[in-house]
């Protein structure tokens, strides 16, 4: 069955009643979005403050494949081996963008027989919270132009302005567009374009926010651009932006709860892009998830060059969050593609490509070990195809790097094909003392902050920008030179390059331009030409999803 079938199979319980059951949350404290999804208080949060904090676990992965490697279905599959196994457990995801549902990658809620429900909802919607942060970025928009209209009293220079609009959809169209056009009374006429939800600093904000008073803080650091002395930021407090802002915020800050297919707890909330931002689920949901239970399972976006590391730089680093162990996901695919197999060969046992794509896991391997100092277990995702021979060298390899190795088979047998991988991540974070460590120091320049995440992680030898670039971080640094660094480069290899796959060394990693995140807290720099607004591919998902008389959905995946 496709994983929409599996999951409109689900036995699913009534929210209210299984938090309440499960983490004895008070259903008062609970706001149902129907029977099955519901939005935690803020206040209730706030009553856990004096919990002891559970032990966090980071699932990540090998550098991304068409092939699919499969954090998410990893995250739940391991959570749930860990219920089955007595230890009181939630798992902390990112919410499902609809550019991607519509476009290329698909969902993001799992596969198989390691999903949350109910899956239609997650993916298409959900809360609506992507929708009010749509809102709250266009509204500022909105008040910057309104500004400019009414007499410009702040002096914004129209050129340097800032801030896109916004819009949760994969629609290369957009990308750069012309405002004001049909004369005065429509405003000023000016250069414009629309970035996806995912990718606006408000995304990034919700998810590294606090509280209700540090998430309006935050949005009125927001720099929308600068006076027409070039020099002179102006802010979003400028305008007085923030507070209707955090109103429309009011509830997508609180986080979301929903369940498994094994009917166990888990809470996705927030989504941010893993290359223009830092790939994570909100703060707030990751250390409700410690005060709750035992252990929380989270996972950060695209492979662990990206994802982990601005989990550890930035994310940990700002919430103080310590995570005891990292899993390590890839597929016998997955490595095969990194070893040059043609994604139609995959099927086809290839001891010799899956050798030489192993250099890709070793060397992510090497970095959670030795630059983010964190104990890993490697997670070879099962797929049918597969072969035993395929397995074994695996193991061995991995064996001969001293890394432990589980074959899980959560997508097809969930929660109990995962029991292996649950022990082994146990044997770890329950017999050692928590610690990891910085891939820089927060002392560091901007510039020597991308050199240290590009040679050590990258491998790449050297790091070049314009002078223009060089110097607009030098001038950040003054004010903003303890802010950490959010490389966004493709994540489909350690190079900028998307297609030199396995583990390239030696290369120069070009910064194209510089961007700063003040409201979200780190300083973006583009590596290379990433997009921020994708497109959709020449055969879009949208085109298999449909919807029945009776109003159940097809074609999800």
Same mark, same amino acid.
């Given at each position: ?283 707030? !949901? #990751?250390?409700? /998830? %410690? *005060? $709750? ?5 989270? &996972? ?5 060059? =990206?994802? @982990? ?20 996901? !890839? #597929?016998?695919? /997955? %490595? *095969? $593609? ?5 994604? &139609? ?5 290839? =001891?010799? @490509? ?204």
């Amino acid at each position: 069955m496709s994983d929409i079938e599996i999951a409109q199979l689900a036995s699913m319980k009534p929210i209210i009643a299984l938090a309440e059951k499960n983490f004895n949350i008070p259903a008062e404290h609970l706001d149902p979005y129907g029977h099955y999804k519901a939005k935690l208080s803020l206040e209730y949060i706030n009553s856990l403050k004096d919990k002891a904090d559970g032990k966090l676990i980071l699932v990540t992965a090998i550098s991304p494949t068409p092939a699919g490697e499969g954090k998410t279905t990893t995250t739940v599959g391991l959570g749930d081996a860990m219920n089955r196994l007595g230890k009181k457990t939630i798992m902390c995801l990112r919410e499902p963008s609809l550019g991607p549902c519509f476009g290329l990658k698909g969902g993001a809620a799992g596969g198989g027989y390691s999903q949350v429900v109910p899956m239609e909802d997650i993916n298409l919607h959900f809360t609506g919270d992507f929708h009010a942060i749509g809102i709250a970025h266009n509204l500022l928009a909105a008040l910057i132009d309104n500004h400019i209209n009414h007499g410009n009293e702040l002096n914004i220079d129209p050129r340097l302005i800032q801030w896109k609009r916004v819009v949760d959809m994969n629609d290369r169209a957009l990308r750069k567009i012309t405002i004001g056009q049909g004369g005065i009374t429509n405003g000023y006429l000016r250069e414009e374009g629309y970035d996806i939800v995912v990718a606006s600093e408000i995304m990034a904000i919700l998810c590294l926010a606090t509280s209700r008073s540090d998430l309006k803080t935050r949005l009125g650091r927001i720099i929308i651009g600068y006076k027409t002395d070039g020099l002179s930021p102006i802010y979003a407090s400028d305008l007085k932006a923030q507070g209707a802002m955090a109103a429309v915020l009011k509830d997508a800050i609180k986080p979301n709860l929903v369940q498994t297919l094994e009917n166990n707890i888990a809470i996705i909330h927030g989504g941010p892009f893993a290359n223009i931002a830092h790939g994570c689920n909100t703060v707030t !949901a #990751t250390k409700t /998830a %410690l *005060k $709750l239970a035992d252990y929380a399972i989270t &996972e950060a976006g695209f492979g662990a060059d =990206l994802g @982990a590391e601005k989990f550890i730089d930035i994310k940990c680093r700002m919430a103080g969050l310590t995570p005891s162990a990292v899993v390590l996901v !890839a #597929t016998v695919r /997955a %490595l *095969k $593609l990194q070893g040059g197999v043609d994604k &139609e060969q995959l099927n086809q046992e290839n =001891l010799k @490509a899956l050798e030489t794509g192993f250099v890709n896991l070793e060397r992510h391997l090497n970095n959670i070990n030795n630059h983010y100092g964190l104990p890993c277990v490697i997670c070879i995702n099962h797929v049918s195809f597969d072969t035993e021979a395929e397995i074994e060298l695996l193991k061995q390899k991995c064996e001969n790097l001293g890394v432990k190795c589980v074959v899980s088979k959560h997508w097809a047998e969930g929660g109990k094909g995962a029991e292996t991988l649950a022990q082994e991540v146990l044997n770890i974070v329950d017999n050692r003392e928590p610690s990891f460590s910085y891939v820089y120091d927060e002392n560091l320049s901007l510039w020597e902050k991308i050199e240290a995440i590009a040679t050590k992680l990258y491998g790449a030898s050297s790091v070049s920008a314009p002078n223009a670039i060089k110097k607009q971080l030098e001038n950040w640094s003054k004010d903003y030179g303890k802010f950490p660094v959010c490389i966004a480069k493709t994540q489909m290899s350690f190079s900028t390059d998307a297609e030199a796959k396995g583990a390239p060394s030696g290369h120069n990693v070009e910064i194209s331009e510089v961007r700063l995140a003040n409201g979200a807290g780190f300083v973006v720099a583009i590596a290379g030409n990433m997009m921020t607004m994708p497109g959709l591919p020449k055969i879009p998902a949208a085109e298999r999803i449909d919807i029945k008389d009776d109003g159940t959905i097809t074609g999800l995946f």
